[in-house]
Structure formats: structure tokens, C-alpha cells
């Protein structure tokens, strides 16, 4: 096997065997889990993602993977890690829109888990097509590192500027046209027959609406990345091992969602930081430990005063 190609090759198994080991093993039954083994599946896919990192380390210790960048292998182990830390931290208010969703389309806590996983599916390819792209162009045009940054910037302040409460999300445009849906839940079907004529159900429109917005979710999350690094495998693995732990992540922040109504203005520091350092990185090298340090605070304030603020109203 070519050494370039070995690398792909075990992100690509590694992720399989997790994706397996979730759906067919942590939830076979279709039963909707606890806080309790939420928070434990959400560690072990926190756990996996650094242990992948280890991994990655070694690739690039070995010159096993190719490395336009010339990165050496500590390098590239913080920046996968600034990466990962970025992508999950951007990915918490999806996690809003997708509670949103389901309350929509009234879906049942025992088939949420197989939404997000089908959700997850699609996204791992949709964000490697979206992130293949953003590569090519950003090594094409130069420019592009600040047209990326301008668009970061304009969603920090367009996310700022919404309600607490999100908008109750629609079916995208023009699939009305395509699909024939119906508000009917039958079992675990997507497809179902009513007053004889076979129609979509509602499990099939929260996953279309699940899929649809991730892709305006990774628009904003692809190009966050890039203010770390454009190293194609560093930028995927981050991304996807972000994205597969966000499931047992949404059971876990299921009941407590709205007691983090302020990592929003999280979010939106994350946002200005990257979107900053992706415009000026031609001419300023921001350290990673900066940038690890800006996060975690970043989120940690965002906690903190989420938790005081909570406690106060319930005094």
C-alpha cells in the first residue's frame, strides 16, 4: 500500500469501527439513553479523538502522510487539536437547532439517535467534498483566506443578532416539490402509505432538515479551520471525529440546553478570533498556544456565567 495512502486508510477504518461499534453496540436497541451514559459516550468519543491524535503524531513523525505544510509532528498534533477544539466548540449550537428540529417535527426521543446517526453519515461526506474544495481554492487564490475571514466575520455578527430562541426551521426550499411529506410518525419508516398513496413521514423530513442545516452549519466551520491549518488530513480527521461525538453530546445537553443560552457570545468571540487570524495570516503567525488559550477561556467564561446566570433565576 503507497505510505500516503495508509493513513487515509486507517482515519477511514477507525472511523467505520466507531460508527459501528455505536449504532450496532451503544444502541442496538433504539432505547434513548441516560444523562449518565451520554456523558460516558461522550467522553469515550473525547477519549477516541485523542487517541487518534496520538496516532496522527506518529504518521507525521514516520513522514507517512503527505505534509505540504512541512509541519513537524508537534505541530501538526496541536494544530489537529486547535482544530478539534474549534469544530466542536462551533458545533454546540448546532446542537440548539437540532432540539429544535425534533420538537418540529414532534420526533420520538427513541428514533432521535438514528437521525443523528444518518445525520452524522451524510456530513462526513458532505464536509469532505466541502473541505476538498475550500483546500483547492484557498491554495488556487490567495485571496481566499480573506474572503473566508470576511464570511466568518459577517456570520459572527448575524449569529449575534438572533433571538435566544431559534427560529423554528423549515423544510429547505424546493423539496416540497420533490417529496410528498406527511406529519404521520410510522414506527422508524421513512416512507409510509396514507388514504392509499405512499408519502415521506416526518422521521424523513427531520432528516433532510438535519442534513440541510449542517451544510450551512460547515459553511461557517470549514473555513473556521483554516485559520489553523490547511493540511488536508488534519483538517478531515478534526472535523470528523468534532462531528461524530456530537450525538451522545446532544443526549447529554438534551435537558440542560438552555442553561447555556451564553456560550453563544462564546461562539461569537471563537468566530471574530479565527476570522481575524485567517485575514492576517500572511503577514502575522499567531502561536497556537494563543490561539489554545483564547478558546478555552472563550468557553470556560461562557460556562461560568451560563451556570451563574441559571442559578440566579432559580433563586
Known sequence: MNPTYFPWAVLIGYVLLLLAL?????????????SKKAFMESLFFIGNALIFSAILYWFYREGLVDNPNNYSAAQAWVDYLIGYIIELSLSIDNLFVIAVIFTSFKVPSNHQHKLLFL????????????????IVLINKFHQMTIIFGLFLLFTAFKMLKKEKTHEKPHEPKGLAKLFRFHQVIDGGSFTTRVDGKRVFTAL??????????????ALDSIPAIFAVTTDPFI??????????????????????????????YSIFSILIFVAIKLMTSTWVEIPE?????????SLSAGIYVSFMKSKEENL
Open 119 to 134: 445525520g452524522i453519515l451524510g456530513a462526513i461526506v458532505f464536509r469532505g467534498l466541502m473541505i476538498g474544495l475550500g
Open 22 to 34: 455505536d449504532f450496532f453496540v451503544l444502541h442496538k436497541r433504539g432505547t434513548t439513553p441516560t
Open 204 to 217: 424523513f423530513g427531520a432528516l433532510v432538515t438535519i442534513e440541510f442545516t449542517d451544510l450551512l452549519f
Open 235 to 264: 483538517v478531515f480527521s478534526s472535523n470528523i471525529f468534532a462531528i461524530m461525538g456530537l450525538r451522545s453530546l446532544y443526549f447529554f445537553l438534551a435537558n440542560m440546553l438552555e442553561k447555556f443560552q451564553y456560550l453563544k
Open 289 to 297: 498556544w494563543f490561539s489554545l488559550l483564547f478558546i478555552a477561556i
